[in-house]
């Protein structure tokens, strides 16, 4: 129907014309009335009969244009209307398509490998110097280690960014939470404490006073925070995105896997890591290193090496990289991600180096399951649920754990509970006793007290060789007269030390 003022098609179950407003008005039997210098005038609504001469209808020439409703209600236009909508709609589909190729097309080959690079980065930038870096509330920690069960409570404060942690609990039986029998008189309260690279322990139960666990760390991170640590995790990110971007690339569609003891069929890219393909990613990650100068500049910070120094490590690994992997064979390694859609299922590691050995990390909703395998045979499973709940904006964090090494099997649970606003202070320790100087009647001693809550104590015996002084004049170490460190052997391993602990 045509609108009585403007003259305008508009639907036939208009009450109000959608173009110059007019109220449509109908009598009782639904046909439509029109007002028109007083006069009543009927409308009738069938669009398919002709207008007659006394109709209100303005037929002027604006009128006269063409109007698509009219030609597609024109009976005698059915078959241009056919082939115009069969265009328009083949048009269409044809733009779907299009769409749907470029969109496709927009996803680079390496899309998945970066973009799950970029996740675990953004997500190490937010918690060692962004909102989450820093955190204190309580815990309650839940653990069931080869059939029997423990519990510690406590409190802890965290701030990565500045290396501090203080954590401190006590010893319960879980049964006391259930009303079931407490078969145990254990007493067991710890404080633990970490500055930088200096880590304190202690427990009355277990030594007199607080333990000193010294770390010497090679890389300086722990040691100092005059640096900015979101240039290190930028600079590291740009040359693993790099080097993922220069390697190359192969699709397999509708590969079946076991995911999580269900056939699932999804699609597999992977990167073939030939001697030829390591040696590209690390050419490119070290050479990215190399061109990034805030990376150099705070690298040389934390360090302790010149800028010059640094550039000069990063070009001798290099050069190893160059060396070890020049030769036109040797052992295939593979890197796959594993994906349906936008989903990713599975990251997975295949290794052949001197032995064969996989790393499987499946991804479910709220759970990570990560399989380690030599030569075939499982190593080591573990499974991490995640889940987060906040209640009168008390946000309290959830984690069950499985764990699964050889013969011995760990799970349990870890309840953390969030300040609203955390504080972490540094603590001041007065008195402790380095582990380097425990003589041999205090690691009896140790060992003593430790067989109250654990049968096997023997590891005790290689803390004086994990916390020993590396970097002694013993050492043989090799030094440039222009480097402020020397690359020196420790107990079969290359280490660099400074050189005036060494010469």
């Known amino acids: 129907m045509r609108c009585f003022k403007c003259g305008k098609i508009i639907p036939e179950t208009s009450l ?14 639904g046909r439509v009335i029109e007002q028109n210098n007083g006069n009543l005038a009927t409308v009738n609504l069938n669009f398919e009969s002709s207008v007659t001469d006394n109709s209100t209808i303005d037929s002027s020439e604006e009128n006269k244009k063409f109007n698509l409703h009219d030609f597609i209600t024109d009976k005698s236009n059915r078959k241009k209307v056919i082939i115009l909508g069969s265009s328009i709609l083949g048009i269409f589909i044809l733009l779907i398509i299009i769409i749907a190729i470029l969109a496709g097309a927009s996803k680079p080959k390496y899309y998945l490998f970066t973009k799950t690079a970029t996740n ?12 989450n870096a820093k955190n204190s509330g309580n815990y309650k920690l839940v653990y069931n280690l080869n059939g029997t069960s423990k519990e510690f409570r406590g409190d802890y404060a965290v701030d990565l960014y500045n290396r501090l942690i203080d954590i401190n609990g006590y010893l319960r039986d879980p049964n006391e939470d259930t009303g079931g029998v407490v078969i145990t008189d254990e007493n067991f309260d710890f404080d633990f404490y970490m500055k930088n690279n200096n880590i304190y322990f202690k427990s009355s139960e277990l030594f007199d006073g607080y333990i000193l666990f010294p770390y010497e760390d090679p890389t300086g991170i722990l040691s100092t925070n005059k640096y900015d640590m979101g240039s290190l995790i930028t600079g590291v990110e740009d040359a693993f995105i790099s080097s993922l971007k220069a390697s190359t690339y192969t699709t397999e569609k509708n590969v079946t896997i076991d995911y999580r003891g269900t056939d699932t069929q999804v699609n597999r890219k992977y990167i073939k890591l030939d001697n030829a393909g390591k040696k590209k990613f690390l050419d490119t990650f070290y050479s990215t290193l190399l061109d990034d100068s805030s990376f150099i500049s705070e690298y040389s910070k934390i360090s302790g090496y010149s800028k010059t120094d640094v550039e000069r490590i990063l070009n001798n690994y290099m050069t190893t990289a160059d060396y070890t992997y020049s030769a036109s064979d040797g052992n295939i390694s593979y890197l796959s991600v594993y994906y349906k859609g936008n989903k990713v299922y599975r990251l997975d590691l295949d290794m052949n180096e001197s032995s064969n050995y996989e790393i499987i990390l499946d991804i479910g909703e709220t759970k990570y399951y990560l399989t380690y395998k030599e030569n075939d045979d499982e190593v080591f499973y573990g499974e991490l649920g995640i889940t987060e709940s906040t209640l009168n904006d008390v946000v309290t964090k959830d984690y069950t754990y499985n764990l699964k090494y050889k013969d011995t099997s760990l ?82 391993s290359i280490i660099s030390c400074p050189k005036e602990n060494v010469q």
Do not use: Q
């Open 411 to 492: 799970n349990g649970t870890l309840e953390l509970v969030k300040d609203t606003n955390p504080v972490v202070k540094a603590s001041a320790i007065d008195a402790a006793t380095s582990i380097r100087s425990f003589t041999a009647d205090n690691y009896a001693t140790l060992k003593t007290n430790l067989n109250k809550y654990m049968s096997d104590t023997t590891w005790v015996d290689s803390l004086s060789t994990i916390f020993a002084t590396r970097c002694t004049k013993d050492l043989n170490c090799t030094c440039e007269n222009n480097a402020d460190n020397c690359t020196c052997t420790f107990n079969g």
């Open 16 to 29: 109000v014309c959608p173009y110059c407003y007019a109220s449509i008005e109908r009598d009782e039997n």
């Open 120 to 131: 675990l980065f953004e997500y190490l930038d937010d918690n060692i110097i962004g909102s």
